[in-house]
């Protein structure tokens, strides 16, 4: 299955609501991702430009889009980043690949 980064910003209400009432959301987001028949495998938060990092799969990035157009939709988040991941066997079969096809690209270099 696919998997993908996904990073979200928390909206103030968001974090006020954790601040008062303090929750992991592992479980949560696990059950929802669940729901569209994704699995999560790490979910984190973090320093920077992104409250939180969750790595995941989906069986199809359609499945993806809908978790994430359903989590958008509840409110909660002031951004999100969605990047595609390849397993490092996906990588080395892409390395493959470039390697073996022939093509008449080149660098429009000077």
């Given at each position: 299955?696919?998997?993908?980064?996904?990073?979200?910003?928390?909206?103030?209400?968001?974090?006020?609501?954790?601040?008062?009432?303090?929750?992991?959301?592992?479980?949560?987001?696990?059950?929802?991702i669940?729901?569209?028949?994704?699995?999560?495998?790490?979910?984190?938060?973090?320093?920077?430009?992104?409250?939180?990092?969750?790595?995941?799969?989906?069986?199809?990035?359609?499945?993806?889009?809908?978790?994430?157009?359903?989590?958008?939709?509840?409110g909660?988040?002031?951004?999100?980043?969605?990047t595609?991941?390849?397993?490092?066997?996906?990588?080395?079969?892409?390395?493959?690949?470039?390697?073996?096809?022939?093509?008449?690209?080149?660098?429009?270099?000077?």
């Open positions: 299955m696919p998997h993908y980064m996904l990073q979200w910003r928390f909206s103030a209400d968001n974090f006020r609501s954790l601040v008062q009432n303090p929750d992991s959301r592992a479980e949560t987001v696990s059950k929802a669940e729901s569209f028949e994704g699995r999560l495998h790490q979910y984190f938060f973090a320093f920077g430009d992104y409250d939180g990092v969750i790595i995941c799969e989906f069986p199809d990035q359609e499945r993806c889009v809908a978790f994430l157009a359903m989590v958008a939709a509840k909660g988040f002031t951004s999100f980043q969605t595609p991941l390849l397993t490092p066997e996906e990588g080395l079969h892409a390395f493959e690949r470039a390697g073996r096809t022939q093509t008449p690209y080149r660098p429009a270099l000077s």
